[in-house]
C-alpha cells in the first residue's frame, strides 16, 4: 500500500474541512451564532451535522473491528446508539429546544433553579467531554500510524490543529456546516469500497477462511461469562448515555423551534439507520478474509485492511486512502463536536465563577476561544497519559457515565415536576460516582474479580437504576425546596412556542439573574426562531 495515497486523502480532507468551516465563518457575528448558530439551523442540515458529529472512530472502524472479534453480541452497539435518538425523539428534542438554552447547565439552571447543580453540571460536562475525546484523539494517532507508518503524536496533533481552526473562527455556524459535510463524507467513504469488497468476495473460489464465520460462539449471542448482565448494561448505556452525551444534545438547541427539533430527530433516525448497515458487514467480510487481525489484537483496522486483502496495486492503494478519509473525517467532526460543547461550558461557567460579572459581546467570544485552545490542550495531555486505555471501551464507559447522570436528570426534569435540585444533585454524585469509578478502574488497569470486577467493566445496569432511584427519593423528601418559577418552566417546555404564554424571562447569557426574585412578567411572545420576548 502506496503511503503517498493516505497522506494526500488526509490532507485533502483537512483542506476541504477548513474550507467549508471558512464559509460559515462569514455567517458569524454574536455569541448566539457561535454557542447556538443563532437557533436557525434546518432540520436536513442539522441532521446531516448531527450523524456527522456522532458517527466518530467507534462508529467508523470500532463496530467492524468489534463483529470481527465478537459476533453479533456486538450488534447491540449499532443498534443501542441509534435507540439512543429514539428516546431523544420522543422526550427529550422538543422540550430541550423549548427551554432556550445554550448548555446542559443552562438546561440544569432554568429546570431547578441552582447555581450548585449548575456547576455539578458544569464540571460533568467537561469531565464527559473530556473522556470522549480521548478516544478520538487515539483513534486518529493510530489509524495514520497504521496506513503510513507515522508516530501516533503526528495524527493526534493534525486532528487537534484542524479542530481549532474550524471551531475558533465562526464557533457552532461553521462546526455545524463542516459536520454536515463529514456525514456525507463518511458515508461515501464506506459504501463506495463495499461495492467493491463484496464483488470480489463473490468471485472468489473456496469457502471462507481461517475464521469461519460458522463458529457458535461467533453466531450465537449470550454465550460467554455474565453475557446477560454485560447485554442489558450495554443495552441501558447506548438507550440512556445518547441523550446525556453533550455534544449530541447542544444540537438541540440549534433548531428553530420543538417541531423543527422533532423532524431533525426523526431524519437523524433515517440516517443512522442506514449508516450502521455497512461496518456490520465489513465485520462479516472481515471474519471471511482477515479473522487473523483478531489473534494480531488489529481487530479495529479491519476496515482499513480489506481492500488490501481482496485486491492489488492500485485499486487496494485508491480503496484504502477513501477509507483513510473517512476515518479522518470521524475524528474531526466528533472532535470538533465536543470541543464547541465543553468550550461553551468552561467559557459560560467555569471562566464566568472567576470573573464574577457576565461578559460582554467581544469579551463572550474571545473568552470561547481562550476555552476552545485550554480544552484541545488538555485533551491531548490526557491523550498521553491514558495511551493504554483501549479506544473501544473508553466509549463504552462515556455512554455509562452520560446514562447515569443527564440521562435522569433530564428525564425527570422534563417530565416530572416533583425534581428537586437536590435530588438531582444527589443523583448525578451517586451515578456520576459508580461510572466514573469505573473509568477509573479502567485508567489504571486496576484488577478486579468476581461481579465487583463485572460491574467496573459495564457499570450502567446498576448505575443507571441507582441514580434514577436516589433522584426520586431525595426529592421526595426536599419537596420543599421545589423551584420557585417551576410553573413557568414546564410551561416553557411543553407548550408549543406559537401559543402566547408567560415563559419567564430565563437567558443563558443572564443565567445569575434568575436566582433572585423576579417580578411577574407578562405574558411573552414568540420572536423570531422561536425565542422569547418579555418587555
Known amino acids: 500500500m502506496s503511503n503517498a495515497a493516505s497522506i494526500v486523502a488526509v490532507v485533502m480532507v483537512s483542506i476541504a474541512s477548513l474550507a467549508v468551516g471558512a464559509f460559515g465563518l462569514r455567517l458569524s457575528r454574536t455569541m448566539s451564532d457561535f454557542y447556538v448558530a443563532s437557533r436557525g439551523v434546518s432540520p436536513v442540515l442539522n441532521a446531516s451535522a448531527i450523524s456527522g458529529e456522532y458517527l466518530s472512530a467507534a462508529s467508523f472502524l470500532g463496530v467492524a473491528g468489534l463483529i470481527l472479534a465478537r459476533g453479533v453480541d456486538m ?60 478516544p478520538q484523539f487515539q483513534g486518529a494517532g493510530l489509524t495514520l500510524r497504521t496506513l503510513t507508518g507515522a508516530p501516533s503524536w503526528v495524527g493526534q496533533l493534525a486532528v487537534a490543529v484542524v479542530v481549532c481552526l474550524n471551531v475558533l473562527p465562526g464557533g457552532m455556524r461553521s462546526v455545524t456546516l463542516v459536520q454536515a459535510f463529514h456525514y456525507w463524507l463518511k458515508l461515501l467513504a464506506l459504501l463506495t469500497p463495499l461495492f467493491f469488497l463484496l464483488g470480489a468476495l463473490g468471485s472468489r473460489s473456496g469457502g471462507p477462511g481461517a475464521g469461519a464465520v460458522l463458529v457458535s460462539d461467533w453466531v450465537e449471542p449470550l454465550r460467554g461469562d455474565h453475557a446477560l448482565y454485560l447485554t442489558y448494561s450495554l443495552v441501558l448505556a447506548t438507550f440512556f448515555g ?44 472481515g471474519r471471511y478474509v482477515a479473522f487473523d487481525l483478531v489473534a494480531a489484537g488489529r481487530a479495529d483496522s479491519v476496515v482499513l485492511e480489506l481492500p488490501s486483502r481482496l485486491f492489488d496495486g492500485p485499486v487496494a492503494e485508491g480503496l484504502t486512502a477513501l477509507l483513510a478519509a473517512g476515518a479522518f473525517a470521524a475524528f474531526l467532526s466528533t472532535s470538533t463536536g465536543l470541543v464547541v460543547s465543553v468550550a461553551g461550558v468552561v467559557s459560560q461557567d467555569l471562566v464566568r465563577w472567576g470573573a464574577g460579572h457576565r461578559p460582554g459581546h467581544r469579551q463572550g467570544i474571545r473568552t470561547f476561544r ?156 414568540s420572536a423570531p426562531g422561536g425565542g422569547d420576548v418579555t418587555p
Do not use: C, K
Open 242 to 285: 445518547t441523550m446525556g452525551l453533550p455534544h449530541v444534545v447542544v444540537r438541540f438547541y440549534t433548531n428553530r423551534d420543538g417541531r423543527a427539533a422533532r423532524r431533525a430527530t426523526l431524519a437523524v433516525l433515517v440516517l443512522l439507520s442506514g449508516f450502521y448497515l455497512l461496518p456490520v458487514l465489513y465485520g462479516v467480510i
Open 370 to 525: 481562550l476555552s476552545t485552545v485550554l480544552v484541545v490542550t488538555v485533551s491531548l495531555a490526557l491523550t498521553v497519559v491514558s495511551a493504554g486505555v483501549p479506544v473501544a471501551h473508553a466509549v463504552e464507559l462515556t455512554f455509562a457515565v452520560a446514562a447515569s447522570t443527564f440521562g435522569p436528570m433530564l428525564l425527570l426534569g422534563i417530565w416530572w415536576r416533583g425534581l428537586t435540585a437536590r435530588g438531582a444533585i444527589a443523583g448525578m454524585v451517586v451515578g456520576g460516582g459508580l461510572s466514573m469509578g469505573a473509568v477509573v478502574s479502567t485508567t489504571f488497569g486496576i484488577a478486579t474479580g468476581g461481579w465487583f470486577g463485572v460491574v467496573m467493566t459495564q457499570p450502567a445496569a446498576v448505575s443507571v437504576p441507582l441514580a434514577f432511584t436516589t433522584m426520586v427519593l431525595v426529592s421526595l423528601a426536599t419537596r420543599a425546596s421545589a423551584p420557585e418559577h417551576l410553573a413557568q418552566t414546564m410551561v416553557r417546555l411543553h407548550a408549543p412556542e406559537h401559543i402566547d404564554l408567560n415563559r419567564g424571562s430565563f437567558h443563558p447569557e443572564r443565567w445569575d439573574r434568575r436566582q433572585s426574585p423576579t417580578p411577574p412578567t407578562p405574558p411573552a411572545t
Open 75 to 134: 450488534l447491540w452497539l449499532p443498534v443501542g446508539w441509534t435507540a439512543g435518538y429514539l428516546l431523544l425523539l420522543v422526550f427529550v428534542a422538543a422540550p430541550l429546544r423549548r427551554s432556550g438554552a445554550y448548555t446542559l447547565p443552562d438546561f440544569a439552571q432554568l429546570r431547578l433553579e441552582s447555581v450548585v447543580a449548575r456547576r455539578a453540571s458544569s464540571l460533568l460536562v467537561v469531565a464527559i467531554g473530556l473522556l470522549y475525546l480521548i
